[in-house]
């Protein structure tokens, strides 16, 4: 169970900014949020992630909630590259246990449109 | 990307053969995963190495055998494997087990069980 919430799919414009949310009422101080994204046939891709603060990187922004239950990433300028599974994912010792380990779920389907 | 790299990219194999996908990574990390992501279902995890000792065996079927002989390498030793052992199998890297490392991903070898 990933203990986060997406929706199934989105659809964007080319050169358009992109918001995914995502909502993770559950998580708790030590979880770190997760984004990765898995483009079609190919492995999945680290995008960001974060604790508390928002965080910026080459690829994208994540906007994480004052209270922590939920998570935005943005892509500032979608292109077609950009269309991909997008996967939200707490990582820490309640979800992962020893490991830490990333349990993916569905994720949200980002089409990209021309 | 050429951080981690997996061969072969494709395989297929009868029931009753022994093979071996190779992960490889370039990035210094100490710890190695195996996942596997079946046709419309989440990528799941298989195997954790940390400094290349097993610490997570996601309750995987013994006709899949990991080996780990160093920090860079890992290996995935098949046979006797099943036609619902079709899938993509995926080798990731991260410099730690702990919850703020990301993961690098392996392009995946295509795996055809007949």
């Known amino acids: 169970d990933a203990k986060t919430t997406q929706p199934n799919s989105m659809e964007s414009n080319e050169e358009e900014p992109v918001h995914l949310p995502c909502n993770h009422s559950?998580?708790?101080?030590?979880?770190?949020i997760h984004w990765y994204r898995q483009l079609p046939s190919q492995g999945p891709e680290y995008v960001i992630h974060g604790l508390t603060s928002n965080v910026n990187n080459r690829m994208a922004s994540l906007a994480i909630a004052e209270d922590r239950k939920s998570s935005t990433l943005i892509l500032h300028r979608a292109t077609l590259r950009d269309a991909a599974v997008y996967y939200c994912?707490?990582?820490?010792?309640?979800?992962?246990?020893?490991?830490?380990?990333?349990?993916f779920g569905t994720g949200t389907l980002l089409a990209v449109q021309p | 990307e050429t951080g981690v790299t997996q061969t072969p990219r494709h395989l297929v194999m009868g029931m009753t053969n022994k093979k071996s996908l190779k992960c490889e990574q370039h990035?210094?990390?100490?710890?190695m995963y195996w996942y596997k992501q079946s046709a419309k279902k989440p990528l799941e995890l298989m195997f954790v190495?940390?400094?290349?000792?097993?610490?997570e065996n996601n309750s995987v079927p013994s006709r899949f055998s990991p080996e780990c002989p160093n920090s860079s390498h890992l290996f995935l030793h098949l046979h006797t494997l099943q036609p619902e052992d079709s899938a993509l199998y995926l080798c990731?890297?991260?410099?730690?087990?702990?919850?703020?490392?990301?993961?690098?991903f392996g392009p995946g070898t295509r795996l055809t069980v007949t």
């Open positions: 990035l210094g990390h100490n710890a």
């Open positions: 994912i707490l990582r820490g010792l309640n979800y992962g246990g020893a490991t830490n380990k990333l349990i």
């Open positions: 559950t998580i708790s101080g030590t979880d770190y």
């Open positions: 190495y940390n400094f290349k000792e097993q610490t």
């Open positions: 990731a890297s991260s410099q730690g087990v702990g919850a703020s490392y990301e993961q690098y």
